[in-house]
C-alpha cells in the first residue's frame, strides 16, 4: 500500500518495500541527535530524507538550515558555518552568525558535500571537529547543538565521512535507493505528480509500461520533471506512451529487453487479477519462476493490482 506524507512541506511518496523500510528507519533515527550521512544519487530524495529526519525528531519547532554544497568556495566555509565578527579579517563592517547558530536545536543539511574539492571537504570536516559554533573573531564560543546530515552520491565520499563524522558519536548511515531498484514506486509517484499537473489525466497502460521501462538516471527529479512535461502533450483524458517526453537520451537510460521484465510481469498480474498461476501462464514461465521474479524485482502483487489510492 502506497504511503503519503508531508515533511516540512514536502510530500514524499512510497509504496516499495526498500523505502518503507528507509522511513521506518529514518523514524527510529530521528529520534537521537547522532549525525547522519545520507548516500543516494542526485534525484533520489536526499533532502525530502534529510526533511523527514528532521520533522520526525524532537527538533522539530527548532529550525531546519539547509547548505548546498555544490558551488561553495573553501575560502567561505567557516565563515558560512560559523559566521563573523564585526572587525574580524572577512567582515570588517558587519556581524553575521553562521550556519550552525542559526540551526541552534535544530538540523543542518549539507547537501552534495560529495561535489566539495577534497581540500574544502577537509576543511569543513575539520572546522566540525574543531569549534562548534564559534563566530570568526569571537572571542566567546557560543555551544550549539545542531544536528549535521550529509548528503553525497559518492561512496568514497560517505566513508570519509562516516569516519570523520564519527569522531565524536557513531554517525548513521542510510543508504537511498536509485528509482530503478523500486520500481513499484514509479507508478504511484507518476499518477501523484500527473494529478498535481492535471487531475482530470490518467495514463493509459502503455504509458506506464514505457514508464516501466526507462531507467530514470536522474531518478525522482526526472520522472517529475517528465509528467509535468508530458502532461502538457495529451490530447484527450488519457496520456498514451507517445505521449511521454523523455530527457533528450542518456547513455544506458533504456532498460532494453531484459528492463521491460518488471513492466510484462505487472501487467501480467493486473490481467488475471493478482492470479499468480493465471499469470505465469500468460508470460508462459512455472508459477514457481514467476514469484522468485517478483521477489527479486521487488514487486509486490497486492498493491500491483490495487488502485492507486495515494
Ligand atoms: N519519495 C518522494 N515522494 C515525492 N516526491 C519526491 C520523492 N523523492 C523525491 N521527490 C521529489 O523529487 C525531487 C528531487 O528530490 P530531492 O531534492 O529530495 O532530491 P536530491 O536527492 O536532494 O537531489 P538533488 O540534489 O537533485 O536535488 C523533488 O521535487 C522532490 O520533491
Ligand atoms: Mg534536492
Same mark, same amino acid.
Given at each position: 500500500? #502506497? @504511503? ?19 522511513? @521506518?528507519? +529514518?523514524?527510529? *533515527?530521528?529520534?537521537?541527535? %547522532? ?11 536526499? @533532502?525530502?530524507?534529510?526533511?523527514? =529526519? /528532521?520533522? $520526525? ?9 539547509? %547548505?548546498? $554544497?555544490?558551488? &561553495?568556495?573553501?575560502?567561505? !566555509?567557516?565563515? @558560512? ?7 574580524? &579579517? ?34 569543513? =570536516? ?5 569549534? /562548534?559554533?564559534?563566530?570568526?573573531? /569571537? ?6 547543538? +545542531? ?13 570519509? &565521512? ?13 543508504? *537511498? ?13 507518476? $499518477?501523484?505528480? &500527473? ?44 496520456? /498514451? ?28 498480474? #493486473? ?13 508462459? !514461465?512455472?508459477?514457481? #519462476? ?21
Amino acid at each position: 500500500m #502506497a @504511503e503519503k506524507h508531508l515533511f516540512l512541506g514536502v510530500e514524499a511518496i512510497w509504496a516499495s518495500p526498500r523505502m518503507r523500510d528507509l522511513f @521506518e528507519q +529514518v523514524r527510529r *533515527i530521528a529520534q537521537s541527535a %547522532l549525525p547522519v550521512i545520507l548516500l543516494g544519487e542526485s534525484g533520489s530524495g536526499r @533532502e525530502v530524507i534529510a526533511r523527514a =529526519l /528532521h520533522s $520526525c525528531s524532537p527538533r522539530h519547532p527548532k529550525p531546519f538550515v539547509d %547548505l548546498s $554544497c555544490g558551488s &561553495l568556495p573553501a575560502d567561505l !566555509i567557516e565563515s @558560512e558555518l560559523f559566521g563573523h565578527e564585526r572587525g574580524s &579579517l572577512s567582515a570588517p563592517r558587519s556581524t553575521r552568525p553562521g550556519l550552525l547558530e542559526l540551526a541552534h536545536q535544530g538540523t543542518l543539511f549539507l547537501n552534495e558535500i560529495g561535489s566539495l574539492a577534497p581540500r574544502t571537504e577537509a576543511k569543513l =570536516l575539520q572546522a566540525f571537529d574543531s569549534a /562548534h559554533g564559534r563566530r570568526l573573531g /569571537h572571542v566567546r564560543q557560543p555551544r550549539t547543538d +545542531v544536528r549535521i546530515i550529509a548528503a553525497t552520491s559518492a561512496p568514497s565520499s560517505a566513508q570519509r &565521512l562516516f569516519s570523520a563524522l564519527s569522531a565524536r558519536d557513531t554517525a548513521q548511515l542510510l543508504k *537511498i535507493p536509485p528509482l530503478r531498484e523500486r520500481p513499484e514506486d514509479i507508478e504511484f509517484l507518476a $499518477c501523484h505528480f &500527473l494529478s498535481q499537473q492535471n487531475p482530470e489525466l490518467r495514463f493509459a497502460s502503455g504509458a506506464m509500461t514505457a514508464l516501466y521501462s526507462y531507467l530514470w538516471p536522474g531518478n525522482v527529479r526526472e520522472l517529475r520533471n517528465t509528467v509535468l512535461r508530458s502532461a502538457l502533450m495529451a490530447k484527450g483524458p488519457l496520456l /498514451h506512451a507517445d505521449d511521454i517526453l523523455f530527457s533528450p537520451a542518456v547513455p544506458g537510460a533504456t532498460a532494453g529487453v531484459a528492463g521491460l521484465e518488471p513492466a510484462l510481469i505487472r501487467q501480467a498480474l #493486473a490481467d488475471s487479477g493478482g492470479r499468480l498461476q493465471r499469470a505465469a501462464d500468460s508470460l508462459g !514461465i512455472s508459477r514457481h #519462476a514467476l514469484s522468485r521474479k517478483i521477489r527479486s524485482y521487488g514487486l509486490n502483487p497486492t498493491t500491483l493490482i490495487e488502485r492507486i489510492s495515494v
